[in-house]
């Protein structure tokens, strides 16, 4: 399963921040590291029962259900239900968040994340739309994903796709995951941090908008060529900063 993980990772460029995850585990289970080997390890048999539970889940998934999304993400509670086994409680109080962080590693089915896609395309094409109106001599229309131009009185053809990777998506799990570790490692108060958290969702969504329009305005005052392949690619990296 954790080859099949790594494979999504290398193919699918939605979830190439797959690689960095278990890496900031690491440097959470480091912050701690000196209360951790101050912790005499406990072993709690609880935690055996719940690993046979987790493999016991895994077969019934394979075989009964066939949903991939579950038989990867059973991973996670395994690891838990290891780590409480060995360790027992006081060890599960320091390495629950870097062991349920992995979450953000574990690719979602493909039709869910399209499905989930769609509604951010939508809305970006809307806004995206809304905007380039206020541009004399060109009138935008919205329909779905898909946004209509008349520049000077001439149709653009084709026109303005809102496609998968110009969702948002990719940004929304980045900062998802950025966000809830900075609101970690930083030692603020609790409703600091839950800003900082509850921020991550409309930054992602703002940063895609402003992409998508400005693509937009590539397309129509400038050349086509320039708003798609690796300049295209560009300006979706020079939204993460």
């Not at 259900?65 to 991973?75: H, L, M, S």
């Not at 809307?126 to 109106?133: P, Y």
């Not at 496609?163 to 980045?174: H, I, K, V, Y």
């Amino acid at each position: 399963e954790i080859y099949s993980i790594v494979s999504k990772w290398v193919t699918d460029s939605s979830w190439s921040h797959g690689f960095i995850i278990p890496l900031f585990s690491l440097y959470f289970i480091n912050q701690q590291k000196k209360e951790l080997l101050q912790i005499k390890s406990k072993t709690n048999w609880l935690g055996l029962v719940f690993l046979l539970c987790c493999l016991g889940f895994y077969v019934l998934v394979i075989y009964a259900y066939k949903f991939g999304y579950f038989k990867d993400i059973v991973i996670i509670p395994a690891i838990g239900s290891l780590v409480l086994f060995i360790g027992g409680w006081r060890l599960v109080k320091y390495l629950w968040l870097p062991i349920t962080y992995l979450i953000f590693a574990i690719p979602l089915p493909t039709r869910v994340y399209e499905e989930m896609t769609i509604p951010m395309r939508q809305f970006a094409a809307v806004i995206a739309s809304q905007i380039l109106n206020l541009v004399k001599g060109l009138e935008a229309t919205s329909a779905g994903v898909m946004i209509d131009v008349v520049y000077k009185g001439v149709r653009l053809e084709p026109a303005l796709d809102v496609a998968e990777a110009c969702s948002g998506m990719r940004l929304l799990m980045a900062f998802l995951a950025l966000g809830v570790a900075m609101a970690y490692l930083h030692y603020r108060s609790i409703w600091q941090r839950l800003i900082l958290l509850a921020s991550t969702m409309p930054i992602a969504i703002l940063c895609n908008i402003i992409r998508v329009t400005i693509t937009g305005f590539i397309y129509i005052l400038w050349d086509p060529k320039y708003a798609q392949g690796i300049y295209h690619d560009t300006l979706g990296l020079l939204m993460l900063p």
